[in-house]
Structures are given as C-alpha cells and as structure tokens.
C-alpha cells in the first residue's frame, strides 16, 4: 500500500492506528468523533507513537485504501492529532467516500464536510459529498439529497465536469425527474453538453432509466464527439425499453457512419435483441463479426452467443458455439442446459448438468432453475426431490428463483402441500412466487384456496398481474364462484390489465362456465378478440337455448379473417345438435371434410351427436366406420343412438363390439344399452 515505506514502517503505523481505536470508547456517529481535545487524550495513552514518522502523503494513501470501517476511523483520527483535519481536502475527501463506501450513517459524511468546506476554493469537497450520496443510496430524513448542490450554487462554486456525472446518478436514484431536467439545463448554461462524459451520463443513467426515449435519442444526436460508451449506452437505452428495431437500427448506423465499431459490450447488449425478435440472420450477421474480429474469444459474447441461438430456436447453432468456446465459466454451461430446455431437450439437458458437475464447475441458482422444470418435463419426480435437498444442503432454497422453480415443480407433480411448504418458508418473496402458487392452486383443484391466496396476496402489499388473473379467474370458473369472479373483473378493470387478452379472455370464460352469457358477451365485445375469444361464446352458446349464436359467431370468425380450429367445429356442431339443426349441421360437416377437420376424434364425436340427435342414425354409423381410432365415446353414442330408436338388437351388438375393439366399457355404456330395452 505504501511503496515507499518499509514494511516495518507500515506495521507500526497500522498497530499504533489499531491501538488508537481498541483504545478509544469512539462510536460511529458520536458527535465527539471529531473532538480534538479526545482525539489528543487517546494519543497520549497511546504507546509507541515516537516511532512513526507522519507524513501528509502517507496518511492520504492511508485513507484512499482502508479496508474497513475500523480502519477509516483510525485514519479519521490520526488526521486530527496531527492538524491535518479539517484544512486537508484531500484527506476530508478520502475519508468520506471511505465512510460512504463503509455505510456510515450520512451526518458523519455530513459533518466533516462542513468542517472542511471553510478551507474549500473549488467544486471538488463538492462532488465528493454529492458522490458519497450515490455511494449511501439512502438520504438522511433530515437531509435533502439535494441541498449540496443548491448550497453550491448559492455559494457562488461553479459546478465542474466531475459534478454533473455523480449529480444525475442523484437525480435517477431518487427518481427526481424535475430536478434532473433542471440539471441537464444547467449544464447546458455552462457548455459541459459538449463532454461526452456527461452526455454519456445522462444518456444511459437519466433518461435511459426514465424511459424519455426521444431526449436520450436528443442528446446522443446532439453529442458533438461519441465515443464507444455513447454507442452502447444508446443501444442499452433502446433494447431495455423493447424498442428492438430501433437498437438494431443503431448498430447498422454504427457500422456506417461511425469511426468506432461494435465491442463486446454492443454485442452482448444486442443479442437480447435479436433473441426476442427471434432474428437468426442478423444473430448470423454479428457471429460472423465477432468471428472476424475475435470477439468470439471472449467468454461473455460466447455464452450471448449460446443464449441468443437457444432463444431462436436453433439448437445445433449453440451447440457448436458451446464447444468450439475457448474458456467456458458457470454462464457458459447454465445458458447450455437452458438452451437444451428451452427447446424441449430435456435430456441432452439433464446429460449437460452431467457433465457440468463431472468437470467440477459450481451448481449456482441459475442451474437449479433451469434444471427443475426439466425434471417436470421428464417425469423426474424423485429427482426434483433430490435437487431440492441438495438446495437445502447448500442454501440455494433461498434464492427466489429457485424457490419459484421448486414451487412450480411440486405443482406440476401434485404435490400442492409441498408446494405449499416451499412457499411459506420462504424469507422474501416477489409476483412470480405468488403467481406460481396461486397456479399450484388452481390447477390441483384447490379452488377456495386460489382465490384466498390472491386476497393474501393483496394484503401482503403485492399487486395482482395478469398472469396472477389468468391463473384464478378459470377456479372461479370451475366451482361457479360468480362473486369472486366479478371482484376480480373489476380488479382487473381497475389496474388496467383487462385490456390484456388473455385475461379478457379468461373474464368471458368465467362468465359463460357460470351460466352469465350476457355479461360473457359484454366482456367479449369491450376486448380485443383472437380464435379463442371467438371459440368460448361459441361453446357458450352452444349449451343453451341461443345455438343460433353459435352460429353466427361461427361465420363471423371468418369474415373477420380469423381461423377456424378443432374448438370452434367441436363447439358450433354440439350447438346444432342442441337444436337438431340437420340443415346448419351439415353445411358445416361439409366445411369440417373440406379442411379435413373431420379427421379429428373430437369433431367426428360431436358429428355422430348431432346425427344421433336428429334421428340420422344412417349419417351417424357413416361418420362412426370412418372413425379410424374410435373411443369409448364414439361408442357410447352409437349404441345410445340404436337405444333411442328402439333397435336393441343393435344396440346390444354394438354394445360387445366394444369389447372386442379393445374400448373398456363405463358407467355411460350400460345407460346406453339399457336404455333401449
């Protein structure tokens, strides 16, 4: 640390400083800290103190690099016995960023400013306090973030450039937008928008985290000289506010106009870009750049490279990337094991978390997570268990993360107690954990307690999403709870996330499952419609008096260029039969064998329904010989059909053709045969 002192030299100056302090009864923020008069009564007790030799620069070294709290005190006092506080800036300076860096409390940091501001001639005490509060993050309740700076201008000290970078960090952490604008206008008045540092600071760090797309896009335009930060920090600006065209449209002009050229950082700042666009031609386009230019060395824009074709689909293309890689690290492997996931891979996923452990890299979070729903999809059950024992071995059952995927996993498995366990145990908890608890609800059947635990939710401070909606809007569907779902209908009106379609969506569900095709209907003509909004009216519909409406929504699907799916055949054929409506029936068996839809076990059911339903016994056993994979629903209705019409024969015949096609009989088999007897 003080290479020009001796070494015996620097350990009597680091004892005689520990003596000072296990000394001394000091306590952080002691208002007798910076007594002169105490400071001297230690010193003297103090045994020794003739062998240092005390120099201004040594002490200055000192402080720039003590290594905790204990140690900036030290330095604290020492700079007092020996006059060199307050009158030293330098060593004022050094000392309150070590003090911020140590998490003092802000009237320290405070105090020795004001002691040593009377010495002060410059902006520099300044920024250092302005800095120091960056460091801190949180102000004192009696002391304004702001009021350096106003006292700095009142004082009639001009602002620097070393000012205005620390000062809009200031603005951005307490979301001072006023303030912030204020700044940029000051800075303006004194020609710092020339320096590419400060633009590059409000670029990124001001309006970047504000998301005033057109005034970051206003000063880097405006920057007279951009270096390489001012490109990436404009990029970064538009890829984190999902303006993906404009970041791609960035780097092209980059490429064109610009004396600099993509580093890492563009690389890696894009490829997120291109992951979401699922563009692989312009993920082609920067691999061969980064080939070219030897980035591909470098071990951050190979894992990109490895996320970014695993994101496009393009499994083989991140493989390659994998293992032509030079250095790999634990991002390396885990981004492998969510590729292979991502693309349902499960088990080259699980052989790479193999091989990831056999080489003696370290499991983090991240690997927990990605590995998890892998063992869902692979029916590893068991081995999901032995993950988790090992995340309780190791604490990793602490991470959020972690907890969500384990949450998810016992879910899946039907294990909601577990499920339960892993949730209530956890010490902090973010949207993604309630909303995965409230699906482990849902989709095991617990649907009192879903709708429970979205009031829990709500009483626990934490705003219901939309995700949290379409998961609890289908158990109010399923046990007919219309209140609670009619509260979360305005809920969801309220936060503004019934304009989301999939909660529209979920809204009309509910509504029709409960028997409520009026409000159903309202809720479908207010939302942004898709095939599936169009396909649960029409299910809806279909069960009631109203089938015609099935119809007409039927044919509406098309007018408005919308698809017709197994869903919407299944749903407008079971109307017609509610209403034996043979003619509309077979316009639409038609359409179904035009688009061979026909082919499908649902439709072919609900045509042999409708048949039977009308008295076509004849159409129905044409439609049931060309069943190629019949179930005991096809069955069922056949042998119900030849019941109706008093055919028992038949009936009974059908009844053990069953048998011998391989289809068990149920409880609706026996109605069936009986029925005709």
């Not at 690099?65 to 060593?91: E, R």
């Not at 600099?260 to 993920?283: G, H, R, T, W, Y």
């Not at 039927?554 to 017609?576: A, P, Q, R, W, Y």
Request: aromatic fraction near 10%; proline fraction near 2%.
């Amino acid at each position: 640390m003080f290479h020009h002192v001796r070494i015996p030299r620097l350990v009597i100056f680091t004892k005689s400083l520990q003596t000072l302090t296990e000394s001394s009864s000091l306590k952080l923020g002691d208002a007798n800290f910076c007594d002169l008069v105490s400071a001297r009564k230690i010193f003297d007790e103090m045994p020794q103190r003739d062998l240092v030799s005390w120099y201004q620069k040594d002490l200055l070294s000192f402080c720039v690099n003590t290594k905790s709290l204990v140690q900036t005190q030290q330095a604290h006092a020492f700079a007092i016995i020996h006059g060199l506080l307050p009158t030293s800036i330098s060593i004022s300076s050094a000392l309150i960023l070590r003090y911020a860096t140590f998490s003092s409390h802000p009237r320290i940091v405070q105090m020795m400013f004001n002691q040593s501001l009377p010495f002060s001639r410059s902006a520099f005490l300044y920024n250092t306090l302005i800095r120091a509060q960056t460091m801190m993050g949180v102000a004192d309740d009696h002391i304004f973030p702001f009021d350096v700076y106003n006292g700095m201008l009142r004082s009639g000290v001009v602002p620097d450039d070393h000012t205005f970078p620390f000062l809009i960090k200031l603005c951005t952490d307490y979301t001072e937008v006023k303030k912030g604008l204020e700044v940029h206008g000051m800075l303006m008045k004194l020609g710092f928008d020339y320096d590419v540092l400060v633009n590059n600071t409000l670029l990124l760090l001001f309006y970047g985290s504000f998301g005033d797309l057109a005034g970051a896009r206003t000063v880097f335009n405006e920057t007279p000289k951009r270096d390489l930060v001012s490109w990436n920090s404009v990029i970064r600006v538009f890829s984190d506010s999902k303006c993906y065209f404009e970041a791609i449209g960035v780097i092209k002009e980059m490429f064109l106009w610009s004396e600099f050229k993509p580093n890492v950082v563009s690389v890696v700042s894009l490829l997120p870009v291109c992951a979401v666009l699922e563009d692989e031609i312009m993920v082609s386009e920067i691999h061969c750049y980064g080939i070219k230019v030897g980035l591909d060395c470098q071990v951050s824009a190979g894992n990109a490279f490895v996320d970014v074709y695993g994101k496009c689909l393009n499994v083989e293309s991140s493989r390659r990337v994998f293992d032509e890689m030079v250095e790999r690290n634990e991002v390396s492997w885990n981004a492998m094991i969510g590729t292979f996931g991502h693309n349902g891979f499960n088990n080259h996923a699980l052989e790479s978390f193999r091989l990831m452990i056999d080489e003696g890299w370290k499991v983090n979070s991240t690997t927990i997570s990605s590995l998890l729903p892998v063992l869902v999809e692979l029916g590893k059950f068991s081995k999901g268990r032995e993950l988790h024992g090992f995340c309780l071995r190791t604490g990793l059952e602490c991470d959020v993360f972690v907890a969500n995927a384990l949450i998810d996993m016992y879910a899946k498995s039907e294990c909601s107690a577990e499920a339960s366990a892993v949730f209530y145990n956890m010490d902090s908890r973010n949207v993604v954990s309630w909303n995965t608890m409230v699906a482990n609800f849902a989709q095991n059947r617990l649907e009192l307690e879903a709708i429970g635990l979205v009031r829990e939710m709500q009483s626990n401070g934490e705003t219901p999403t939309s995700v949290t909606l379409t998961n609890v809007l289908p158990a109010c569907a399923r046990i007919g709870c219309l209140r609670s779902g009619k509260e979360i209908h305005s809920k969801s009106i309220r936060n503004g996330s019934v304009t989301d379609r999939f909660v529209s969506n979920a809204v009309t569900d509910m509504y029709a499952k409960c028997g409520c095709l009026n409000l159903a209907q309202n809720a479908f003509d207010m939302s942004l419609k898709d095939e599936i909004s169009y396909n649960i009216l029409i299910v809806g519909y279909s069960q009631t008096s109203h089938c015609l409406k099935s119809l007409e929504l039927f044919s509406e699907m098309v007018l408005n260029g919308m698809k017709h799916d197994t869903v919407s055949f299944v749903g407008v054929i079971s109307g017609c039969a509610t209403i034996s409506a043979i003619k509309q029936g077979k316009e639409i068996h038609a359409s179904a064998v035009r688009r061979l839809f026909h082919e499908h076990l649902f439709v072919s059911n609900s045509l042999l329904d409708l048949y039977t339903k009308c008295g076509r016994i004849d159409l129905s056993r044409k439609v049931f010989d060309r069943i190629e994979n019949r179930d005991v629903a096809s069955w069922n209705t056949m042998i119900f059909g030849y019941g109706m019409l008093g055919d028992l024969h038949t009936a009974v015949v059908m009844f053990e053709a069953m048998r011998e096609d391989g289809v068990e009989h149920d409880s609706v088999s026996y109605i069936a045969v009986l029925s005709g007897m």
